[in-house]
């Protein structure tokens, strides 16, 4: 089996990359060891591998989710960084229209308390000489000495982990190599569509879904970006409605249609979707969710994804899913965007199938594929 090792990206800011080393290890599944795995095990990502012993679950400070009355919303204050002493904490404060989304929120972005006053490393259990010293681990707070640490790029965590004291401007911070391992491991799951074993890695608590993973090939990713490239609609949803991953970010300023979140090389999820064997499931969920089909860096990339999802043995006409302010009817609705009329007719093929905004930015017709101009048709 083909391991995958981490390495330093210099690039991006000291994220860790995964790349292919081509070496082997043994199977040693049938035996669990209560230590922290050696550093050529880690590579392996094998969940049998990593004993619930080394992970020290991150225990979050605590935070308060009230409803405003002046605002009519749901404030969530979190702690902006640890600290043990009261008075020098400091809060930041976040609105949210809904309850539930206010606690997930506090849940997600809430840093971990710090461990302090131990002599010994908390992963390997040895104590540092005379001249070393321990270190808190900035994703769950465990104490670690230098040897059971690696670095992380800052973006890996969310800010709020982040000391707002110190005036220098970091690029990385240091983790324990169990979140290392457990980082690396709950990607890889994503990528390859396990859903029991992403599940599993998410419940010891120390990974994060709102921030990005170590370079993929040197391109960002979130989670949600990982589990649509990984083909498994399941792991989507789960992200999604289970734990609130959002899709979209903002709203397109030209049709005021949702725009999804983007990797670090501006790809989308429409473009994820589509890459290699289009994940047809996945595209007809997105379409559901008001992403549209212009959602791509690609321009050609929105008549193939139009195209797949008007091949034969499709319901994704059924499954879309139009929003309380459309203006549009299911019957003239552009089939593009889902929000305007079609008001434009391509030429001189003659299909009418989306609005003039939509057709502007295509040069060829989604039905026909013949190069074509659009001309805006007005209707009595």
């Not at 330093?8 to 995964?18: F, T």
């Not at 989507?236 to 949702?258: F, G, H, I, Y």
């Not at 969710?289 to 139009?306: E, H, M, P, R």
Request: contains cysteine; proline residues 3%.
């Amino acid at each position: 089996m083909a391991t995958i090792g981490t390495t330093v990206d210099n690039s991006s800011g000291g994220a860790i990359s995964s790349v292919r080393n081509g070496a082997s290890i043994p199977d040693t599944r049938v035996e669990i060891r209560n230590r922290t795995p050696r550093r050529d095990e880690i590579s392996s990502f094998d969940i049998s591998l990593l004993s619930r012993e080394s992970i020290r679950k991150r225990e979050l400070h605590e935070f308060s989710v009230h409803y405003s009355v002046s605002t009519s919303s749901w404030t969530t204050r979190i702690v902006s960084h640890s600290t043990d002493d009261n008075n020098m904490r400091k809060y930041l404060s976040f609105s949210f229209a809904k309850e539930d989304v206010a606690r997930k929120f506090g849940k997600a972005y809430s840093p971990p308390k710090a461990m302090t006053g131990s002599l010994r490393c908390g992963c390997c259990s040895a104590k540092p000489g005379t001249k070393a010293r321990l270190f808190n681990c900035k994703n769950c707070g465990v104490q670690m000495c230098d040897a059971c640490s690696c670095r992380w790029g800052v973006r890996m965590i969310p800010k709020t982990y982040l000391s707002s004291q110190s005036n220098t401007v970091l690029l990385t911070v240091r983790v324990c190599k169990s979140c290392d391992w457990l980082s690396n491991a709950f990607c890889m799951a994503l990528l390859q569509g396990q859903y029991n074993n992403a599940v599993l890695i998410y419940a010891t608590g120390n990974v994060n879904l709102r921030s990005t993973f170590a370079s993929i090939h040197k391109e960002a990713m979130f989670p949600i970006h990982c589990a649509v490239m990984g083909g498994n609609l399941d792991l989507v949803k789960w992200l999604v409605e289970a734990n609130d991953c959002p899709l979209s970010m903002k709203r397109s300023p030209q049709s005021e249609t949702l725009q999804s979140v983007q990797t670090s090389k501006s790809r989308t999820l429409m473009d994820l979707a589509m890459t290699g064997r289009p994940k047809i499931d996945i595209l007809q969920y997105l379409v559901g969710k008001n992403i549209s089909v212009l959602d791509t860096k690609v321009a050609f990339l929105a008549s193939k994804t139009l195209e797949t999802l008007m091949s034969p043995g499709n319901q994704s006409f059924g499954l879309l899913n139009f929003s309380n302010n459309a203006v549009a009817t299911v019957d003239d609705a552009c089939i593009i965007c889902c929000e305007n009329h079609m008001n434009c007719v391509f030429a001189p093929c003659g299909h009418q199938v989306c609005c003039s905004d939509c057709g502007n930015r295509l040069s060829e017709c989604p039905i026909c594929k013949q190069t074509c101009s659009v001309l805006r048709i007005f209707k009595s």
